[in-house]
């Protein structure tokens, strides 16, 4: 199984700021890379597919790079609305695994 | 609008049964494979199980293979899983889950808010 870690556990930034999420895979994934938002009490929303593609909707703040093995999602301009756990996720090989989450708390 | 709606989420003892179903609307249903996946209290998602389109492909995740079926009804457009031998770590908000094409080899388009199931004596 491929596991899939995240850092930091909580990242404390201020409104307008800029937030930098890692995820990184034990093997590579290739381009099989996802990013979640999940708010308290509601359900997890794609933001990001193919490491790079914004689902729809999503806002052009957000954004996610990296390759094979190491992923970053960038929140450019950090709003309110924006304070959530945010997981990566894997589907190059079975079983879709999932990071353990990165909390982006209001500093 | 695309919804998922779970149900049949409740307390049951060690080593009972219980049916999740998930029922789907605004898209049509066999057009996409479908998943679970649970969040334990205050913990990460994993995923638990996908089928495909027409229900002739079906995953498991190890921890659950053997106790859990997942199955799908296209004409009423819906979702199950049903779960036996359940355990305590079993316990868990369940997510049913839509992939963005006919398999289930993706990631998760869109998700419901889940159905709580608590296994405890």
């Known amino acids: 199984e491929i596991v899939m870690t995240q850092s930091p556990a909580t990242l404390s930034v201020s409104p307008g700021e800029r937030a930098t999420l890692s995820c990184r895979a034990s093997?590579?994934?290739?381009?099989?890379l996802a990013w979640y938002q999940q708010k308290p009490g509601q359900a997890p929303r794609l933001l990001i597919y193919?490491?790079?593609i914004r689902a729809t909707g999503i806002p052009a703040r957000f954004s996610g790079s990296g390759s094979g093995t190491e992923f970053t999602l960038t929140i450019s301009i950090l709003q309110s609305e924006d304070f959530a756990v945010y997981y990566c996720q894997q589907y190059n090989k079975w079983p879709r695994t999932f990071g353990q989450g990165t909390k982006v708390e209001i500093k | 609008e695309v919804q998922l709606v779970e149900s049949g989420g409740r307390v049951v003892r060690p080593g009972g049964s219980l049916r999740l179903s998930c029922a789907a609307s605004?898209?049509?249903?066999?057009?996409?494979?479908m998943s679970w996946v649970r969040q334990a209290p205050g913990k990460g998602l994993e995923w638990v199980s996908g089928?495909?389109?027409?229900?002739?492909?079906?995953r498991y995740a190890d921890s659950v293979k053997g106790r859990f079926t997942i199955s799908r009804d296209n004409a009423k457009n819906f979702l199950y899983l049903e779960m036996n031998s359940l355990r305590a770590e079993d316990t868990a908000l369940y997510h049913c889950?839509?992939?963005?094409?006919?398999?289930?080899?993706?990631?998760?388009?869109?998700w419901g808010r889940g159905t709580l199931v608590i296994v405890s004596s």
């Open positions: 093997q590579s994934v290739s381009s099989n």
């Open positions: 193919g490491v790079s």
């Open positions: 605004g898209f049509t249903f066999d057009d996409y494979g």
């Open positions: 089928i495909n389109w027409n229900g002739g492909s079906t």
């Open positions: 889950a839509r992939d963005p094409g006919l398999g289930i080899e993706w990631y998760f388009e869109f």
